[in-house]
């Protein structure tokens, strides 16, 4: 009888052992992907805000250096030009709509809204093509 309680014993303690494992393996699985996208700690606020403004000017030069192929932009993508807000970006879609693609970037001055100036400031992003 005291075999089958030794027997009985080491197999709970190997699920035991088992499960313990799986959780921890679990738990590391959980701390990786949750602080791959966590912030750091700092020491100050000063630190702190100097972090937040460097992320901030990243997303801007990334989204400045981004070319929009006016024939395929979508408002949201036609909004981050200097000078285009949602009212033009829809503009610019209802015209391509309706009088086909943008030969030119220069075409985009057809647009009601969309002056000469606007087209020079974002020159480098606009594209007509893919």
Do not use: W
């Amino acid at each position: 009888m005291n075999a089958h309680y030794n027997a009985l014993f080491a197999r709970f303690t190997s699920l035991n052992s088992l499960i313990s494992s799986a959780a921890c393996c679990l738990a590391l699985i959980i701390l990786t992907f949750s602080n791959a996208h966590a912030a750091p700690c700092f020491d100050n606020p000063q630190s702190a805000y100097a972090y937040l403004l460097a992320q901030e000017n990243a997303k801007t030069q990334a989204r400045d250096q981004s070319t929009v192929n006016i024939n395929r932009a979508s408002e949201g993508e036609l909004v981050s030009l200097n000078g285009i807000g949602s009212s033009k970006a829809q503009a610019i879609i209802l015209y391509r709509d309706m009088f086909g693609d943008f030969k030119t970037v220069d075409g985009l001055a057809k647009v009601k809204g969309i002056g000469v100036k606007t087209i020079e400031k974002n020159r480098a992003r606009l594209r007509v093509q893919d």
